[in-house]
């Protein structure tokens, strides 16, 4: 009798639960804005962050809610941020796709190595804490493809020389690899720019030179005859785009080939 009564309650206090869940279901309830679930469905579903949101679908609450612009998304084509204005009755900004750059030179065949041999996990991150890589030069590329992981769209591979080569027609302009890499060496530029200082070493001249064969030797050549177009830090040419004039960068005068017009990949 008393196994009966129990059954009873528990049953009796199971439909009382669920009868109160299923009441507060429906007065709670949230409706969504059905314009969420259209502007998701032209969005590409790469989950990839490049938008700065949590993923496509957050970015589609975004930006029904005026939170964040259409163009926002780097991996949306044109066709694709046309429908969602429509949607939304909208007019979009043009934009310029933004690519990678490796700012690295130091490959196999450039950068002078150390005397030991490096042993153990071979992700970038893992060889940046341990070791700082078999290089002597503590600022280049470590080789061991972060980056070329972290793309999901195939745009990166490591070249003969052991360096990340950027594959343009297939980069979506994320920026996932940008933050793959610890030692801050790629950046995202738009596509029409095209001359870069592909380095980021700090060392003082001598010991840049005694590192890689194609480091930035901080002498200040560029800098000086640029009017504003490049200026040196840390030992470092840094581009300024918004001063820059290409026809007074004496590129030819870099004795290492640190500065040079953009590389076109095949």
């Known amino acids: 009798m008393e196994i009966i009564i129990a059954i009873l309650t528990l049953g009796g206090l199971g439909f009382i639960f669920a009868g109160g869940l299923a009441f507060a279901d429906k007065k709670l309830k949230v409706e969504e804005n059905p314009l969420i679930a259209e502007v998701n469905q032209y969005l590409p579903n790469a989950n ?16 029904v809610e005026g939170k964040i612009e259409i163009n926002k998304c780097p991996v949306c084509n044109d066709e694709a941020r046309n429908e969602i204005a429509k949607l939304l009755g909208q007019e979009i900004s043009t934009t310029i796709k933004k690519i990678p750059i490796i700012h690295c030179q130091g490959g196999n065949s450039k950068a002078n190595k150390k005397e030991v041999d490096y042993i153990g996990p071979k992700t970038c991150k893992t060889i940046n804490l341990i070791s700082g890589g ?5 600022y280049g590329c470590l080789g061991a ?102 026809s007074k960068i004496p590129i030819e005068k870099c004795s290492t080939g640190a500065i040079k017009k953009k590389e076109l990949y095949n």
């Open 48 to 63: 990839c962050g490049g938008c700065g949101k949590a993923g496509c679908y957050d970015f589609a609450v975004n930006v």
């Open 134 to 138: 078999e290089n002597l030069c503590y």
């Open 145 to 246: 493809g972060d980056c070329v992981n972290a793309c999901q769209f195939g745009a990166l591979l490591i070249n003969n020389d052991g360096l990340p080569q950027v594959i343009e027609e297939l980069c979506t302009g994320c920026g996932i690899c940008v933050k793959s890499c610890p030692r801050n060496l790629i950046e995202l530029h738009p596509i029409d720019r095209n001359i870069f200082v592909y380095c980021k070493n700090e060392d003082e001249p001598k010991k840049a030179k005694e590192v890689c064969d194609v480091a930035c030797i901080g002498c200040g050549i560029c800098a000086r005859k640029s009017d504003g177009g490049i200026i040196m830090k840390n030992n470092l040419a840094i581009v300024v785009y918004d001063s820059l004039d290409i």
